[in-house]
Each structure stands twice: as C-alpha cells, then as structure tokens.
C-alpha cells in the first residue's frame, strides 16, 4: 500500500541533543512537508520541498534543519537550538501541478517529541 | 493577514444530532478550502476541497460548503465513528502553503 511512514512514533530527548525524524513517501511525490501541531493551534509548516536538492523554509524553521537528497525521503533535524522542541511532527507529501503545490496533503502517523 | 478561525472549539453531540462546524476565512485570493479528519494521535485525512462560493461536497454524512467569507461543515445523523477532530484550511492564489485553523473536536456520544 502507498502511504507516507514516520518514525519513530514516540521520542524522548534531553535538552542540547539533536534528534532526527524519518519521513519515508512511496507515493511518488514531488512535494514534501514538515509540520508541527501543539494542542489549541493550527498547523504550522517548518519546512517544504518541491523538489529533490532543494527547500524552503516555513513559517517557524528556527531550529530546524531538513534534507531532500532522494525523492522518497525528507528526514527533519530538530537541533539544541530548538527553545521549545516538545510537540506533535506530522509529515505530508502532495502531487505538483504546473509547479503549484496541490492543498490535498497525504500525512503520515506523526512523531511525538518530548524534551526531558 | 491571511487567517481561518474554527468554531466551536469543541461540540459534543448525541448520535443522530445533526449539527455544523464552521470555518471562517480572510484570504487574498482564495486558490481553495480543504477540509480534514484528525483522529487522537494520527496524522489528519483528507476529506474536501471546495473552489468557489456556491460549491458544495458530500461523502456519507457529511457535506461541505463555501461561501466567500467562510465554509461549514454540515453533519447528518452522526455516529460515534464521526468522532474525530475537523480540520480546515485554505490556500491562497499568492502563496501556494496552506493556513490551517486550529481544528473542531467532535465527539458523538451513542
């Protein structure tokens, strides 16, 4: 089955560590995403890709890094940088058409991150 | 600034209690409205999206509308199944990222 697969499910880390979140899409998209969910709050984009080798910052990438070095894959760094790290990390992939980015986003389980 | 606001917050229905969920907008150039199912600890599903005022989608008990300042959510007859957090948002014609609200928790009580 096609889908989008996030691990770990659940991470904990200590403060001044960097930890990395897998995203891994056989859906065959073009366009990636990283987005954070915290209780009472919109989504909120980190990062997105269109394109393999290249991406772009979102509304808070602070603290954050990505990659894109293969189509299928958009792991997300979340580093010591990060003052508030604890949070819900949802990945998403979508179709590009004529080099927009379509609003039918398929996400993955989420990855809960807790700062110890 | 482009915003969406959802309300209510949070809506506890008894099964076959009909209600809506709404979801106002302000957008320069509206693209599209999506809508989404959230449930406890997963990644939201798409459900809807909807273009331009007067448009109207439906799947099982639910449908969805828009007008130009905001869309609803009608359901019908619901079942605990519907029990799930709705998720909006809306893409604008000068930045192809989505704006998310922050979501209506519905719970449907047998």
């Known amino acids: 089955d096609g889908g989008i697969t996030q691990s770990p499910k659940y991470l904990f880390r200590k403060e001044g560590q960097n930890v990395t979140l897998s995203c891994e899409q056989n859906l065959n998209h073009d366009a990636m995403y990283w987005y954070r969910q915290d209780p009472g709050q919109g989504l909120r984009l980190i990062y997105y890709?269109?394109?393999?080798?290249?991406?772009q910052k979102g509304d808070i990438a602070e603290g954050y890094s990505v990659s894109r070095e293969k189509k299928e894959s958009f792991p997300l760094t979340v580093t010591s940088a990060q003052k508030n790290p604890t949070a819900f990390y949802l990945c998403a992939s979508s179709i590009v058409l004529r080099r927009t980015n379509t609003g039918e986003l398929f996400f993955g389980e989420g990855s809960r991150l807790t700062v110890l | 600034e482009d915003q969406v606001t959802q309300s209510p917050e949070a809506l506890r229905l008894q099964e076959g209690e009909s209600s809506s969920l709404n979801c106002s907008y302000t957008?320069?150039?509206?693209?599209?409205l999506f809508w989404y199912r959230q449930d406890p600890g997963k990644g939201p599903e798409f459900l809807f999206t909807?273009?331009?005022?007067?448009e109207e989608k439906e799947k099982e008990r639910l449908k969805a509308t828009l007008t130009k300042k905001e869309s609803f959510l009608h359901i019908t007859a619901p079942k605990p199944e519907d029990s799930a957090t709705y998720l909006c948002a809306v893409q604008a014609r000068s930045n192809y990222q989505l704006i998310w609200g922050a979501g209506t928790k519905l719970i449907i009580k047998p």
């Open positions: 890709s269109q394109i393999v080798n290249d991406f």
């Open positions: 957008v320069s150039g509206l693209r599209g």
């Open positions: 909807l273009y331009s005022a007067g």
